[in-house]
């Protein structure tokens, strides 16, 4: 499945200590202009996969993830099942994010 969670910060450099704090999944400091510039890649040994990126294109300043049009920065989850521990640790850590979808 994946997971979109809106995340209380206004840029991914505040925010990717929460989500390894969170997830307990390592990160990866990446850059790609499609997906608003550099983000965070984490993988967890179980095949998860989370990126956080920066919710604006770099070159016209509108959202990258459909749905999250209102969060500067968004956290999105491949490969997680809704009872994993990093989702449900996720959904309960209110202070940091918010859940947006899963599909």
């Given amino acids: 499945m994946e997971f979109r969670f809106g995340v209380k910060a206004e ?4 925010a990717y200590r929460w989500v390894e704090n969170a ?4 990160d990866e400091p990446r850059e790609s202009s499609h997906l608003g510039g550099d983000y965070y890649a984490f993988r967890g040994s179980d ?3 989370a990126k956080l990126i920066s919710n ?3 070159h016209d300043s509108e959202p990258v993830i459909d749905g999250c049009d209102e969060w500067l920065v968004v956290l999105y989850i491949e490969g ?5 521990p990093a989702i449900q640790n996720l959904l309960n850590d209110t202070e940091h994010f918010v ?3 899963s599909r």
Wanted: aromatic content about 4%; charged content about 15%.
């Fill in 11 to 14: 840029t991914v450099e505040q």
């Fill in 23 to 26: 997830t307990g999944l390592t």
């Fill in 47 to 49: 095949g998860v996969v």
């Fill in 56 to 58: 604006r294109d770099v």
């Fill in 80 to 84: 997680a099942s809704n009872g994993a």
């Fill in 99 to 101: 859940f947006v979808s």
